[in-house]
């Protein structure tokens, strides 16, 4: 899916490092954060023929990213997804996308994105800019993606560590990348949303 993202842009070592922290933060200080696997849905919609957009996602990526919830600065941060773990609901359709006319996901296995810079929000649950790179079948090109950091605090069970929880959007166009098939004809959009919800700890 490499190319399955064009002004984006679907984020390993180091994430969305977008985040306008609210006064309930104890632990104001740069730290490392990193996203928890299992509260990480990856979104993708693309327009399929006209009648519909088709909604899928991506079942495992991971990522970190390296914040100072006091001055709202991102000092790094990189995510990683498997272009293999495509999902739509449908197998022959799965393995088209894992295909080379579309991710080409045995060459190109994991999909890239790394930050390069963000601008937070003026206040609390509004959007920040996070811009970055987006490296996909191969090619890399920048993207920017909206963020609103939803709440920081320590999570009330399970491992009660202090965690970010972060929605993030895009949107690209596959083409750049490289990725045209269905293109020129309509029969697929070339214009794909991106959707993040995640959750981070602090560790």
Same mark, same amino acid.
């Given at each position: 899916?490499?190319?399955? *993202? ?12 977008? *985040? ?8 104001? =200080? ?82 890239? *994105? ?81 959707? *993040?919800?995640? =959750?981070?700890?602090?560790?």
């Amino acid at each position: 899916m490499q190319k399955m *993202f064009q002004g984006a842009p679907l984020l390993v070592r180091y994430l969305i490092p977008v *985040f306008a922290i609210t006064a309930t933060n104890t632990n104001a =200080e740069p730290a490392d954060w990193e996203i928890d696997p299992e509260h990480f849905s990856i979104v993708f919609e693309a327009q399929h023929i006209g009648f519909q957009s088709q909604l899928g996602f991506f079942l495992e990526g991971t990522g970190s990213f390296n914040y100072d919830p006091e001055s709202q600065e991102l000092i790094s941060g990189y995510v990683e997804i498997q272009a293999e773990s495509i999902f739509t609901n449908h197998d022959d359709r799965d393995d088209h996308l894992r295909s080379r006319e579309f991710l080409s996901a045995r060459r190109n296995p994991v999909i890239v *994105f790394e930050a390069s810079s963000y601008v937070p929000a003026d206040n609390p649950g509004e959007e920040g800019v996070l811009a970055g790179n987006l490296t996909m079948l191969g090619e890399t090109h920048p993207v920017e993606l909206a963020v609103t950091v939803n709440k920081q605090e320590r999570y009330p069970f399970g491992h009660r560590r202090e965690t970010l929880g972060i929605s993030a959007s895009a949107t690209i166009f596959r083409s750049q990348w490289g990725m045209d098939y269905g293109v020129s004809n309509e029969m697929v959009g070339d214009e794909v949303k991106l959707r *993040f919800e995640l =959750e981070a700890l602090r560790q």
